[in-house]
């Protein structure tokens, strides 16, 4: 019986949209925007691949490979509808480690 690599796992587990939440929302709390892009791609392939995601958010398959390169700066209604596709959401939260109070 031939074990599945971790990567193989971890794609499995990333079409469940909890488990892609959960995973997005640790590589964001890294703080680093490539590391970001590349948890995005990884929930990509596990939907489908670049190209499904491409059809069915009529968005330019060469667009989404410029937005989740190392490079990408990708526009927040550009994500929305990515993340619309992987049955997730933008959310905001508070930063309890966060000093500044509002007036």
């Known amino acids: 019986m031939k074990k599945k690599s971790f990567r193989t796992s971890l794609i499995h587990s990333l079409k469940d949209p909890l488990e892609a939440s959960q995973y997005l929302n640790a590589v964001l709390k890294e703080g680093d925007i490539t590391l970001l892009l590349e948890a995005l791609k990884d929930v990509a392939k596990a939907c489908?691949?670049?190209?499904?995601?491409?059809?069915?958010?009529?968005?330019?398959?060469?667009?989404?490979?410029?937005?989740?390169?190392?490079?990408?700066?990708?526009?927040?209604?550009?994500?929305?509808?990515?993340?619309?596709?992987?049955?997730?959401?933008?959310?905001?939260?508070?930063?309890?480690?966060?000093?500044?109070?509002?007036?």
């Open 48 to 103: 489908g691949g670049l190209s499904k995601l491409s059809r069915k958010t009529k968005m330019n398959r060469a667009n989404l490979y410029q937005m989740f390169s190392a490079k990408g700066n990708p526009r927040i209604q550009s994500l929305e509808t990515v993340l619309k596709f992987f049955g997730l959401r933008i959310g905001i939260v508070a930063d309890t480690h966060c000093h500044h109070k509002a007036a």
